[in-house]
């Protein structure tokens, strides 16, 4: 009792889409769970392959999509590599990471955001977090699956950067550990190194 629209994907694949309603003024059998359209359904799909959006691609979940990204560059640290599967973990608990890409509203990106506040995410880690999908989503645009980044907006317009600002040593703070580490016999061979990270902001590593 279902009307079928058949079409062929960017991959020459045929494909079928399918809806309990031809129109949109067709009311949904009793039972049946609510959908827009055949006819809505058929010009959408029509928009992508006409734009040649990849009607396959944007079914990909988000978590498939950050593995996708991340199989781009394998010549990785382990602390980035504890990283990224730190991240998918969280987005396999998430149901974001279940959502198909092309469904993902910017929206959705910010509740998620305030869904890691609420479950005790600092700030930056967040931030961090971000950054990593917007730059997969990113990668979804540049293969033609989706059209618009759901990632690209400010975290400081949906959570307040609540991070605690570091404090730099004062110039007579500066003097002060200098002269002792002139002057004691285990740390003055560090002055010079001490001297540089001061000077230059560079990290220890």
Known sequence: GRYAYKYINALGEPKFEYAWKLVPTDKTPAGKRDD????????????????????????????QLYAKKNSHRKNIKRNTEKGRKYLMDILKKDSLGARSIDTVKQSDAKEWCIRMNENGYAYKTINNFKRSLKASFYVAIQDDCIRKNPFDFKLSDVLEDDTEPKIALTPEQEADLLSFMESDKVYEKYRDEIIILLETGLRVS
């Open 36 to 63: 827009i359209s055949l006819r809505e359904k058929e010009q959408a799909i029509q928009k992508d392959l006409n734009d040649g959006i990849d009607t396959v691609g944007k079914k990909m979940t988000v978590c």
